[in-house]
Each structure stands twice: as C-alpha cells, then as structure tokens.
C-alpha cells in the first residue's frame, strides 16, 4: 500500500433527527483506505454501517445532519459540499452500488439508458456513443447478451440481473473507489456468489478500492483486506482480516464472531451440550408423529399465462417426522419449502398426496376436526414483526389459543400467559407492553410462547430467526433446541440458510423447484453431499472459503 | 393464449367500460323509478308545487310513458331504447333528450376544457415546484394551498370571484356567453379543487419518487438534481396523479352544475339544475347517464396512455 | 444459559423498548404535541365553537335569528354587528350561529349513513371475498363512475326537496368510499401475518373479525370519517345553495350564500362571512382528520 490514503475518514460523527429526538447514529469514526483496497464494515443493522457508507457520498436521508468530523479523498474534502459540488465526485470518482437490485433502477427507463446516463452526466461520452459504451458496460459486468438487456426495462430482469446492471453503472465512469452497501444481502446465496466473484475480479482488473459494508462477517471474511468492525455508532476494532478472525481483541468482534455460524471451524457449534444424535432422544422404532406421502401442491397462474395453467409448488414431497426430532427443509427462495410447511400444518389444501399426524389422515379435515388439530401443531412466523396484533398485548397474544379453545378461565389463562413468558425467558414486565415496545428477539420469544400455549406435539418453525440479528439468532435457536429436550418437541425447521440448519436440525432435507432432493442425518448431508446442487448451496454458505485456507494451512 | 398482453389488457377496460356504463343506467333507473313517489303525478304536475291532475288524467299518462308496465318490462324497454340512443323526451317540454343533452353542451365543454387545462397546468407546477424546493418554508406553504383549496365551498368561491374580480376590479364579466372572457372566471372556479386535488397526489408521489432508491442511485451517478426530479422521479410520478385525473375529470362535469349556477351560463349543470327542479325523471336518467359516459371515456384515454408510461403494465405486471 | 438471554434482554438488541409511559406523562405528551402545531390548537378551537354553536346557539347569539330591524338592514361587519345585517336588517352572526344546528345536523346523518353503508359493504367485500366481493365492488365502481353530486342529484329527483333528503343523498353518494377503505382495510388485514396467525391457534373466524380485524380497521374509518365530515358540510351546502334543501326563512348555511347573492355588488358581506364560516369549519375538520392520521402516532 502506498502511504497516502485514497479515502481518509476523520471523526465523523452523523445524528439522525426523529420525533424531535437527536440519535447519534455515527460517534466520531475514522476509517483509511488505501488505493485498491478492499475494506469491509461490519456490523449489525442499527451499528450505523450504512450510515458511513452514504456520508461518503453526501447521500444521507434528509433528516440527518453531519455534526463534524471529515472525509477526504484524495486531496479533496467532501463534507459540507453542496449537492451541486458534490456531482463531480459521484459517479465520476465514487461509485456506489446500491443495497437493494430490486427497487435501485428506475422501473420506467430502458437498463441500457440508465447506464449510459452515468457516462453522459460527467461527459465522458456522446449520446451514441454513451449507448454502445453502455452495452460493453453490461458486458463486462457479466451480463449475457447485453445488447439485448440493454433495451429491456428493469422488471425483465432477475434480481441477479439487476445487480449487474447497478454494478454497470457504478464502475462505468471507472471510479478509484466502489462503496457497494450490503450488495447482496437481496440475493439468493448461490447468485450472491457469483456476484461477489464477479465484482472482486473487476475491480482487482482495474485496482479499484472497495469499501464493502456487509452484516455478515462470512462475506467480510471472504472478500476483504481489512475488517473494520461497527457497534452503536462506533468502530470498534479494525484490522487485517486474517487478524480480526484469529485473534479479536474487541469482546463485540468475538461475540460476533462466535454467533456467526458459518464461520466457526468446529461443525455444529451448539450451545446445549452435546447435540443429541437422532438414535439417542428420538425413538425410530415408535410410529412416526407426522408421516407426509406424495405430497404435491400447484397454484394456479394468472390467466395471462394461458388457461388452466399451473405451477407445480410443491412436487412429490414425502418424509417422516419424529417425535423430539427436528427436521430442517433447506432451499433458495421459490423452492417449495414453506409450501410444504402450511401443508404440513393443513393451513393449504394439497393438490395430492397425504398428511398423517400421529396415525389419523388428517389431509381432509374440514370444520371443527381441522381446528382441532390447531391444538397440536402450531407455527412459529419468520416475522415476528407481522405475526403478532400491533393492538394486542403480550398477555393477550399468548392466551389467545387459549381463548380460542376456552381452556380454564380468565385469570387461568392470564397465570398461563406469565408462566409461558417465563419459559422463554422474558422478564413478567413484557406482559402489559405491546409488539411495538419489543425488541425483535423478544417479539420471537412470544411468538414462540403462543406457539407452545397449547402445549403442542409439533411446531413449524418458517425461518424463525432469518428476520433476526446474529447474536440474537443463536439465542432464539438455543431456546428452540432447550424447549425441544424438556417436552419432547417435534419440530419442521424451514430455512434457506444452511448455517442455522447445521446448528439446530437433526435431519435436513434439500429442496429445489417443488422437489425434495436429498434428505440426510446432518452431519452426513454436511461431510458428504449426493446431489450436486447441495454441495452448490454449501459452497455458498459465506465464511467456508476462510474455513478451507485455515484448512490449508 | 395468442393475444398480446397489451390488447388483452385493452380488450378487459373496454368491456368493463361497457359495463360500468349499463350499471349507471341500471342505477339510475332503480333510484328513479323504483324508489318511493309517484313518478307520473310528479310528472303530470310539472314537479312538486303543481296543480293536482285527475285520476283519469293519470291513468293516461301512465300509459303514454309506459309507466303502467311491470318494472322489469319497463327496465327491458327503456335500456333496449337506451342502447339506440333514445332516453325518451323531456317532460317539461317533450324535447328529445340526447337533443336538450347535445344543445346545452358546448358552452359546458368550454368552461370544463379550460378548467381541465388551469388543473392541470396550476396542479401540476405547484407538486413540482413544492417537491423541488429546499427551502422549508416554501415548501410548507406551497403544499398547505391544495388543503385549503379543497375546503372552500366552489360556490362559494365563484361568487367572491364574481365580487372582486368582476364587480371591485371591472376586470372580466360576472357571468353570461360573451366571447372567450367569460369563460375564465366559471373555469378558475371549476379547475381549483381539481387542480388541488392534482397538486396534492403529484407531490405526494413525487416525494415518494424522490425517496425510492432509484433516484438514490441517479444521484450516485452525479446526475444533475433537476435531471433527477423530472427525467427519473416524474415519470414514475405521472401514473398515480393521472389515475386522480381520470377519476376527477367527471366531477369537472358535475361541477358545472354549481359553477352555471353562480355564473349564470346556459349549459349541461343549469339544464340538470331545472330538471331536478321540476323532476324531469327522463332528463335526469339521461343527464346522469351521459356524466357515465364522459367518465368512462375519459378513464379509458387515461388507460390507454398508462402503459406509455410504465412498461410494466403493457406486460401484464401487474394484474 | 439462562445468563445470555438475560444479558439480551438487558441490553435490548433491537430497537429499545419504549418505556411504558406513567400516568402523567400521556398529557403532558399531548401538550407538547399541540404546542408545536397552533395551527391544530386553532382547529379544535373552531370546531368546539361550532359544536357549542349547534347544540346552544344561545350561548354565541342570544338574538332572535328571524327577526330584523328593518332600520339595521345591510350594515357592513362593524362592533355589534361583527357580522353585518343582512337586507331585512337581521344579525348573520345571529344567523349563521343558529344555522349551525342545521348544517350540522344534516352533515352528520349524511356521515353516518355512509358510513354504515359503506362499511358494512366493504366488511363483507372484504372477508367473504370471491363473488360477493366481485358483485359488490363492481357496484361500487358504478357509484364512483357517477360524479357525487350528479348521484345527490338523481336521488332528490327521486324523494323530494328538504334537508333530511338532501343528507340522505350526500351519504349515499359517498357510500362507495367508504365501502372501498372499509374492504381494502379488511383485505389488508385479512391477509395480515398476524391474522392467519390467530386462525392458525384455532380463532374461530367471527371471533378473528371482531378481535382482529374491526379493531384494526377502526383507525382508517375514523380518519375517512373525519374527511367525509368536511366534505359533506360543502356538499350539503352546494345543494342547500342551488335551492334543493331547507327552504327559506330557515339559516341554513348555503341558503345564507344563496340569499345574499343578491346583494353580492353592494354587501359583500351577506355571502363572504357564511362562506367563511363553511371554510373555516371545513379546513378545521380536515386538519384535525391529519392529525389523526399517522401525525399523532409518528410524533410519540
């Protein structure tokens, strides 16, 4: 590296005004980067990440306001520039890719355009030739056929698609500097991959520096030079990757550390001691508390699509679910697996195929027979933001089953709410509050509460931490598993992040297009995959390229 | 399954068109004729401070009008007459009335034309300029003028034109045909609550344009901030205040009503006013089924000019 | 174990739990809430006058609304008369004062009738969906297609002159409004997370709507409520002032306007101060209906 820096961030401090309230979303944060530098930020959302990264730019939400601090590139300070001043450097000098592919290109204008208009903004090319060189842009971002996407609207590509294209015009006015703000987080983890790939071979080609902000260390881990490590608006630790990973020095960086699941080399990190093996709590000889056959679920398209036509969601779906045991279904999004599971729970109706809970077909059940099987298979949301009443109270929310069921009276289900808060471990004070005044993880934990009210043979759990922050995560799983060896839980864990899979699931089930793949104890699906398409998902999975160089060395 | 998208979404507005306009005439027809008092002695009468007609006077009337039919063969009668074109004649004074409805139109269409234009030009400038200035003020106060447009009463407001503008400042005439002057204040009076109304959702979207992502990433281009807000946000801002447009024009047309009545021009609103005045049922039917029609029309161009503006609808995005 | 999820729930990961808020400190929120918005404070200041205004006239005015002074008649706003007398030398503050009962009067059956209507139209729409919704929004798609007044205007055909038939006419043509939030709000719930959650449990579905979804609809219909106030006050008025509503020796708003029209050259005031009266209780009602939506909520 050479000694002057590209970017050189001074204690910069960003406070964001709302309800008439002041809150400091950056604390006097100083941050290097070197000419071709690839810097990652991490850090859970609220840890003012983000913030940093469009303090940079000057793109900061209306309602923030610099308090002081500066940023300088090159030569050149950037704080307190007017939109107007600011404009040679966007674009031109710093590049920004953007967080979210699906809603960061204008859905009314041509791809190609909104490439081109990044070159023709800072003249660096006439309208024809703006177009062409737009066309090579899309190219060299690695979408096929560019000539073709160039004239297409935003809507006709895939989110991947669409990464490309925001990757495009961030490099087209080729930038020393690339802030590419949590680019994939949108994505599908086997895409995320290959984009990641993608833009790390671009931008080595052309010495870029990179400063990428990501939530997840697996990424960081993967890609960067340096971690810079952000907590509640401050850094809390920065140095090489290799360094950060092996020895932390910051407690933060070392919980982070140690909640994210990929990264650790030890397989199935659990907190409850020696993860049972499927012979040991779960009994195979004993018939199966929910056996699924055959199952298949198609929805039909809209008619735009052609008559009658349909999609087949779910296809050919069988498996077997213990008593104790908890079975994970894995898959990218569209994969059928939270199909499969609201059918497992009869709240869909299956096209074909059976549902069998502890020995009676209850694929059929209407009326008052299907609300009686509420009582012994309940759901856990992945958003626990949604899936409680904004209007109810905590007490309310958890005796709502019982209500529903006139189980005891009143004040018996009031008591029944507050030992149930008590299992999952919140204080008796959250009984009055409402949704709104909890954390998310708390929101979970009630979520789960309701869930057992009834006292239930079976729970399906629909990606019940992916809505969660890491460190948050790992303690709403270690509840699921605590809850599942006193009262001997059967769990259907739906998940498209392999990481968590590994972590609580005694068996995983690989789906892909409606089709159950393989289906395998997990530390065998872990150590030696069948199918192609899950070694694809585990080569995915952030973090593993760091585990193999460890591995290596 | 070889129909465009683009003309089946076309072929579905017509026929819903179609539709809508059937129901209004259906609508009418219940709240007209089946709803309680007496249609024909109203009729005979000449509304409702009239001289009582005799029992046999009415027998005859009800016959001549057809009013002695079952509802149902009457309905079957009067749409079958409608579809050709023929609400039946006025009773006040047996005009045809597609004949009363096409004479009194055009001073009408003048003020709505015009009133359309002030709207649209008024509405328009005040979303733009409220969304694009920076200055905190300005900006409040630019988007506090639609609100307080939409509360005035129109007449209310016609008339305070009429005072200052035409009695205090000798500026345009109070009211009557003459010449294109006397247009202006009946079509101010009638564009301010649509213009209001244009100017509230335009800003609205437009600032929501302004927060979405997309201009995010315009603005990391180093694109010039007015590029951003008429080349990226108003586009995408366009579809929802021209979806208000089309639902609002018709009120334009319901606004004469009032607006005549102040202004004191011959037109479609004074004609609906006498008809209601002395229960001219026909008259009534018709002039409510052809605000249907301008409606429709009006919400067809405007689907029409949709998928010009946003591709996804042309390729059935969106249902 | 138990120690670490102590330790989460002490230092609260996500968003901080709002402190639940002591006895107190509810109007003490509420008064800084109005300090910063005179403009709101001016609002309900205007509507109580005119509730006062409907309900005890004699409060405000204690004159005789009908009896003039002929010798008086067509003074300009001056102390005594703040208001001006009109051609027969009658007080219009008296006037306009004692024309509250009536406005308002009609503005609230014609609310309510909307809003009974409507809604219980957009709460079936909305939860029994499939043809019952198809059939009915297609009705209301036809109300929207007739211009408001347009729709009065035929229903007055129908049943007559009179303030009661004129409110009659202004709620049914703002029926379909409120069938459209009531079923878009019905919708939107019905499909929410947390309702499916509630059937899920075992919620019987007529204890889902009344627990779940009116409750969660209420907030919406209460603002809409609040708008279509101000807007049947101008509505009602239109008609009053084209002749159809409350004939006239009785004050009623927009018969004032109609009746000073005549004297529009000479006394301006005869139409300006009722009119003023209708836009200051309109642009009062519609601050207060945005401060009900969402400006309270966002503010806490």
Not at chain 1, 507 to 514: A, C, E, F, S
């Amino acid at each position: 590296m050479t000694d002057q820096p590209l970017l050189q961030v001074r204690d910069l401090e960003v406070t964001y005004r709302t309800g008439g309230t002041e809150v400091p979303a950056l604390r006097g944060v100083s941050l290097d980067i070197a000419p071709g530098e690839v810097v990652a930020v991490v850090g859970e959302s609220g840890s003012g990440k983000s913030t940093l990264a469009h303090a940079v730019v000057g793109l900061l939400a209306p309602n923030a306001s610099v308090g002081a601090g500066s940023v300088v590139l090159g030569r050149d300070e950037l704080l307190g520039r007017s939109e107007r001043a600011l404009r040679p450097i966007r674009g031109r000098r710093i590049g920004l890719v953007p967080q979210d592919p699906t809603v960061s290109l204008n859905p009314v204008q041509r791809v190609g355009r909104q490439v081109a208009e990044a070159l023709r903004v800072h003249g660096l090319a006439s309208r024809r030739g703006a177009r062409l060189a737009a066309i090579d842009l899309l190219g060299r971002a690695g979408l096929p056929e560019p000539h073709v996407r160039a004239g297409q609207y935003p809507h006709e590509l895939s989110g991947g698609m669409r990464q490309r294209v925001l990757i495009a015009i961030a490099i087209a006015a080729g930038p020393a500097l690339l802030i590419a703000d949590e680019p994939t987080s949108a994505l599908d983890a086997t895409v995320q991959k290959r984009i990641l790939d993608h833009l790390e071979e671009l931008t080595r080609e052309t010495g870029t520096a990179v400063l990428l902000v990501t939530h997840d260390l697996g990424v960081a881990a993967d890609r960067a030079d340096r971690i810079a490590v952000m907590s509640g608006g401050l850094l809390v630790e920065q140095g090489p990757t290799a360094r950060i990973l092996a020895a932390p020095t910051d407690p933060y960086t070392r919980k982070l550390l140690a909640a994210a699941p990929g990264l650790t080399g030890a397989p199935a990190r659990v907190v409850v001691p020696a993860r049972r093996a499927p012979t040991e709590d779960v009994d195979p000889t004993a018939p199966p508390l929910v056996s699924v056959q055959g199952l298949v679920k198609d929805f039909p398209l809209p008619r735009s699509a052609g008559r009658d036509a349909t999609q087949r969601a779910v296809d050919d779906v069988s498996f077997d679910i213990w008593r104790g045991e908890t079975l994970a279904l894995v898959g990218e999004s569209g994969s059928g697996k939270s199909t499969t599971a609201r059918l497992v729970l009869r709240l869909a109706d299956p096209t074909a195929g059976t549902v069998t809970f502890d020995g009676t077909d209850v694929t059929r059940l209407r009326g008052e027979a299907w609300r009686a099987l509420r009582r012994r298979a309940q759901l856990v949301y992945q958003n626990p933001y949604a899936s409680l009443d904004p209007r109810f109270t905590v007490t309310e929310v958890i005796a709502e089953p019982l209500r529903a069921f006139t189980v005891g009276t009143a004040a018996q289900q009031r008591s029944r709410a507050a030992d149930l808060v008590d299992r999952v471990a919140l204080p008796v004070s959250v009984l009055d509050r409402r949704p709104a005044e909890l954390s998310g993880g708390q929101r979970q934990r009630v979520a789960i509460a309701r869930a057992l009210a009834l006292e239930p043979d079976l729970v399906v759990c629909d990606e019940p931490v992916s809505a969660l922050d890491v460190s948050v995560q790992a303690q709403v799983l270690d509840l699921l598993a605590e809850l599942q060896a006193e009262q001997r839980l059967a769990y259907l864990f739906i998940s498209h992040d392999l990481a968590v899979v590994r972590r609580i699931a005694h068996r995983v089930g690989v789906m892909r297009d409606g089709k159950l793949l393989e289906l395998a104890p997990t530390e065998e699906l872990f150590a030696a995959p069948r199918e192609d398409y899950t070694r694809e998902l585990l080569a995915a999975v952030a973090g593993s390229r760091t585990r193999k160089v460890e591995a290596a060395s | 399954m070889t129909v465009p998208p683009l003309a089946r979404y076309l072929l579905r507005r017509v026929v819903l068109a179609a539709g809508v306009l059937w129901a209004a005439f259906t609508v009418s027809f219940v709240v007209l004729y089946l709803l309680p008092g007496d249609p024909v002695a109203t009729m005979a009468s000449g509304g409702l401070d009239g001289e009582p007609v005799s029992p046999a006077q009415l027998a005859e009337l009800r016959a001549r009008y057809g009013l002695d039919e079952p509802f149902a063969v009457q309905y079957l009668h009067r749409l079958g007459a409608a579809l050709t074109g023929d609400f039946g004649a006025s009773i006040q004074n047996g005009q045809d009335v597609g004949v009363a409805v096409a004479q009194t139109l055009p001073p009408t269409l003048e003020i709505a034309v015009l009133g359309l234009g002030f709207a649209i030009v008024f509405g328009g400038a005040l979303a733009l300029l409220a969304t694009y200035t920076r200055a905190r003020w300005l900006r409040q106060s630019l988007l506090a003028l639609p609100s307080l447009a939409v509360s005035l009463p129109v007449f209310w407001v016609g008339l305070m034109l009429v005072q200052i503008v035409a009695f205090g400042w000798r500026l345009l005439p109070s009211g009557g045909v003459a010449g294109p002057a006397s247009a202006i204040l009946p079509a101010v009076t009638l564009g301010l609550t649509t213009g209001a109304l244009v100017a509230q959702v335009l800003a609205k979207s437009l600032s929501q344009a302004l927060d979405q992502p997309y201009t995010t990433t315009a603005r990391a281009k180093g694109a010039d901030p007015v590029a951003v807000h008429l080349r990226h946000a108003l586009p995408n801002a366009a579809v929802p205040a021209l979806t208000v447009l089309g639902y609002v024009t018709g009120n334009l047309l319901a606004g004469t009503v009032v607006v005549e009545t102040v202004f004191t021009r011959p037109g479609l609103g004074r004609l609906t006013v006498t008809a209601v005045g002395a229960q001219d049922i026909p008259l009534v039917q018709g002039i409510v089924v052809f605000a249907a029609l301008v409606f429709v029309v009006v919400n067809l161009v405007v689907d029409l000019v949709h998928p010009l503006l946003d591709p996804r609808i042309a390729t059935g995005v969106y249902a | 174990m138990t120690e670490l999820l102590v330790r989460e729930i002490a230092t609260g990961t996500g968003a901080p739990p709002v402190p639940v808020p002591h006895p107190g400190g509810r109007w003490r929120r509420l008064g800084r809430f109005l300090l910063h918005r005179p403009g709101l404070v001016v609002a309900v200041l205007v509507v109580l006058t005119v509730l006062v205004a409907a309900f005890a006239p004699h409060v405000l005015a204690p004159g005789d609304p009908s009896a003039g002074l002929p010798a008086q008649k067509l003074r300009p706003p001056a102390p005594g008369h703040w208001f001006g007398t009109d051609y027969l030398g009658r007080d219009i503050w008296t006037r306009v004062v004692h024309g509250a009962a009536l406005s308002l009067q009609a503005t609230v059956v014609a609310v309510a009738v909307a809003l009974v209507a409507g809604g219980l139209v957009g709460l079936l729409a909305g939860f029994v969906r499939g043809w019952v919704d198809e059939a009915l929004m297609r009705i209301v798609d036809v109300l929207m297609a007739i211009p408001a007044i347009l729709l009065s205007l035929a229903l007055i055909t129908a049943l007559g002159y009179g303030t009661l038939n004129v409110a009659i006419a202004v709620g049914v043509a703002s029926v379909a409004n409120f069938a459209r939030v009531m079923r878009s709000e019905t919708l939107r719930i019905r499909q929410s997370v947390y309702v499916e959650a509630a059937r899920a449990v075992g919620t019987r579905w007529y204890v889902t709507l009344r627990r779940h979804v009116l409750p969660n609809a209420a907030g919406p219909i209460a603002v809409l409520a609040v708008l279509e106030f101000g807007l049947a006050i101008l509505a009602i008025s239109s008609l009053s002032f084209l002749g159809f509503g409350a004939p006239p020796p009785a004050p009623e708003w927009g018969s004032l306007i109609a009746e000073g029209r005549n004297y529009l050259a000479t006394s301006w005031w005869l139409c300006a101060m009722p009119g003023l009266t209708i836009a200051a209780t309109v642009l009062s009602v519609n601050r207060i209906s945005r401060a009900l939506d969402g400006e309270w909520a966002a503010a806490r």
